[in-house]
């Protein structure tokens, strides 16, 4: 669930620890490990976290105007070119940003795209848009939605690689989100040619998940994201018209989480040399900042 805006582009266009900051560089990376953020929390720690967290969204106000979604609405995107080019890179960012049902990648995405000023892709908004736009891709991927089930890769394959040889991506860079999620997705980009800069894992265990999953609400007017319990909007005009994903109920993410653990290993063992984990648990304010280092690292 993210911003309208992006809904609109769609439419219209068809585990070992590593112990040095995320700026390590890529290549430190050993075959078949995926390197962490060194502030990743064992399950023990996440727990304490969870105790925690709405007492930080209540006290620091997490989800009002000051969030990554206002921040990007009322600051245009700077380019690609503004942001990055001056660190001597040449070529647009791209970069995927992986994780289960609800860990936080929507919520993130806009403030890297704020930042980066790349294109977001989500697959699910595109994938929602087509649903209900009538589209046929949205005929065909609604009943796998409406379960909680994975979109057959030849449906969603087409679309992205389309997506991604727009003018748009080739000139800002791209932030695939939610995309690739099988073997078979992640092994047509490559055969297309389409490699990354980055692939930023967010890690958040599964019973956060479920609560983050079952209290989100979106704006429908502003595409913002907002949780119930941790980051409710402060203003009731917004709270009456706050909706609820269809598939965002307890019984449909377990289904989702059955087919994000089933294909997850697959996915990251084909980025292993590009991959970062980034500990989700966190307040979003400090997975931004620790996302934001890892793009960094990565550019230069
Ligand atoms: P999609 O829309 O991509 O759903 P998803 O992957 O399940 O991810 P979500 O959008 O649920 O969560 P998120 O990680 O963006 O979390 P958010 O930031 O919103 O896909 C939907 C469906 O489309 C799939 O089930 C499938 O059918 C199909 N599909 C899509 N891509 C496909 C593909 N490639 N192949 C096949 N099928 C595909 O945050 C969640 C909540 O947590 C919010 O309330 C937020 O406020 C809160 N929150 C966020 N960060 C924090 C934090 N740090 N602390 C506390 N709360 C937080």
Redesign the pocket.
């Known amino acids: 669930?993210?911003s309208i805006l992006s809904i609109a582009v769609l439419i219209s266009s068809a585990n070992a620890f590593f112990t040095q900051p995320s700026a390590v560089a890529p290549s430190t990376a050993k075959a078949g490990e995926t390197r962490r953020h060194p502030t990743h929390l064992n399950a023990s720690k996440n727990r304490r976290k969870v105790a925690s967290?709405t007492t930080w969204?209540e006290a620091r106000g997490?989800?009002t105007a000051t969030s990554a979604a206002a921040v990007s609405e009322s600051d245009p995107s700077p380019s690609a070119a503004d942001v990055v080019g001056v660190g001597g890179r040449k070529a647009a960012p791209r970069l995927i940003i992986a994780?289960?049902?609800?860990?936080?990648?929507?919520?993130?995405?806009e403030s890297i795209k704020a930042k980066y000023g790349v294109v977001h892709l989500?697959?699910?908004?595109?994938?929602?848009a087509a649903v209900s736009a009538g589209t046929d891709v949205g005929m065909r991927?609604k009943e796998?939605?409406d379960?909680?089930?994975?979109?057959?890769?030849e449906?969603?394959i087409g679309v992205?690689k389309e997506r991604l040889n727009s003018p748009d991506c080739a000139e800002s860079g791209w932030l695939l989100?939610?995309?690739?999620?099988?073997l078979e997705?992640a092994n047509a980009l490559a055969e297309a040619g389409v490699s990354a800069d980055c692939f930023i894992f967010?890690n958040?265990p599964d019973e956060?998940?479920v609560e983050?999953?079952v209290?989100?609400?979106?704006d429908p007017v502003t595409g913002k994201?907002?949780?119930?319990t941790?980051?409710p909007p402060d203003d009731e005009e917004i709270l009456k018209r706050l909706e609820q994903?269809s598939?965002?109920t307890e019984e449909?993410?377990k289904?989702?989480l059955g087919?994000?653990h089933a294909n997850v290993e697959a996915v990251r063992g084909s980025y292993t040399d590009i991959a970062v984990e980034v500990d989700?648990?966190?307040?979003?304010e400090?997975?931004s900042a620790m996302i934001m280092k890892t793009i960094d690292a990565a550019l230069t």
């Open positions: 669930m993210k967290r969204s997490y989800g994780g289960a049902p609800a860990s936080g990648k929507g919520t993130q995405c989500s697959t699910g908004d595109m994938l929602r991927a796998y939605m379960s909680g089930r994975l979109v057959p890769d449906v969603i992205v989100d939610g995309f690739p999620r099988t997705q967010l958040v956060i998940l983050r999953v209290g989100r609400r979106t994201i907002y949780h119930m941790f980051s994903r598939d965002d449909k993410v289904v989702r087919q994000f989700g648990t966190q307040r979003p400090e997975v």
